[in-house]
């Protein structure tokens, strides 16, 4: 039983920082694309970031939302990965999910992905 379990979330100030985790158990994460999600209320979930089983290779979402304010990376010998998330706005106020993708399936598309953490709310105060 593939379990992952996010933490890290809260309320922060605008401008301010949070670093989430995503421990994974019951699977070794080392071939496995890991992503993070984030969904608003009343929002469709949508993609934040991804990075492939090495570490290698890391995808952000297109749009200037995330690029340059957070940094996805992984601890494969920890079977944990993260999300750093600096200057931080009041738009970035979501549920923040992390997921595994076994298949080689669209990294940016919530279906490929096979195994989900319950979330972690993070609330930006302006």
């Known amino acids: 039983q593939v379990q992952l379990v996010e933490s890290g979330g809260g309320l922060v100030q605008a401008g301010g920082s949070l670093r989430l985790s995503c421990a994974v158990s019951?699977?070794?994460?080392?071939?496995?694309?890991m992503g993070w999600f984030r969904q608003a209320p009343g929002m469709e979930r949508e993609f934040v970031a991804a990075?492939?089983?090495?570490?290698?290779?890391?995808?952000?979402a297109d749009s200037d939302s995330v690029k340059g304010r957070f940094t996805i990376s992984r601890d494969n010998a920890k079977n944990t990965v993260y999300l750093q998330m600096n200057s931080l706005k009041a738009e970035d106020t979501a549920v923040y999910y992390c997921a595994v993708k076994i298949t080689s399936s669209a990294y940016r598309d919530p279906r490929s992905y096979n195994y989900w953490g319950q979330g972690t709310q993070v609330t930006v105060s302006s």
């Open positions: 019951g699977r070794t994460l080392r071939s496995y694309t």
């Open positions: 990075i492939s089983g090495s570490g290698g290779s890391t995808y952000y």
